[in-house]
């Protein structure tokens, strides 16, 4: 059974910066397409970031300039940095593994991000 696991949500003021972790486990994460979403209350899930298994980036506009996803394959592990954080960031972040091949998805269980002075 393969889990994510997300840490390093949490509660901060506008401009403020976090850094999102999410380790996975299984093997061959590698050939993976990782992914950070967000669903905030009242809206429907959206995709923040993804990151291909050759290092190729993928990012909502609202966040481009502002966010950025990293995976380290060594680790099972995966990032999201997020810089110059607004109230529209709030939300409950979630990590994503997608087979490329067969876009089988499997998800960790949310981390809360709120983003409030």
């Known amino acids: 059974q393969v889990q994510l696991v997300e840490s390093g949500g949490g509660l901060v003021q506008p401009g403020e910066s976090l850094r999102l972790s999410c380790v996975a486990s299984?093997?061959?994460?590698?050939?993976?397409?990782m992914g950070w979403y967000r669903q905030a209350p009242g809206k429907q899930r959206e995709l923040v970031a993804s990151?291909?298994?050759?290092?190729?980036?993928n990012y909502v506009d609202s966040v481009k300039g502002r966010f950025t996803i990293s995976r380290d394959n060594a680790e099972n592990s995966f990032y999201l940095q997020m810089n110059s954080l607004k109230p529209e960031d709030t939300a409950v972040y979630y990590c994503?593994?997608?087979?490329?091949?067969?876009?089988?998805?499997?998800w960790g269980q949310g981390t809360q991000v709120t983003v409030s002075s």
């Open positions: 994503n593994r997608r087979n490329p091949v067969t876009g089988r998805d499997y």
């Open positions: 299984g093997t061959r994460f590698s050939f993976y397409v």
């Open positions: 990151i291909t298994s050759g290092g190729s980036t």
